[in-house]
């Protein structure tokens, strides 16, 4: 599983991942040196008709840790689903 490590560059939440309100919501995490130079990322937040998929509280938590290292301007490791550049892992690196 590759891993990427950068600054978070930005962070754009793509509600209902402009499918329809049943879809889960999608975040688009944008990781590299400077803002020209970036990988992007994405994050799914599950299904959102059905309560007990635990992936969405997992991957707010995820967001929530990535928002922070943003506005900190620390770095991140992330590993990656090589197939489709989904986030499976997050490590935020000491400032």
Do not use: H
């Amino acid at each position: 599983m590759p891993t990427t490590r950068g600054l978070v560059q930005s962070i754009k939440l793509d509600p209902g991942f402009r499918t329809g309100p049943n879809q889960p919501d999608f975040c688009y995490v944008f990781i590299g040196p400077s803002p020209t130079n970036t990988t992007v990322f994405g994050i799914s937040f599950g299904s959102p008709t059905d309560p007990t998929d635990g992936r969405s509280l997992y991957f707010a938590s995820v967001v929530e840790a990535l928002s922070g290292a943003l506005f900190a301007r620390r770095e991140v490791e992330v590993n990656d689903d090589t197939t489709i550049g989904l986030i499976d892992g997050l490590r935020v690196l000491p400032g």
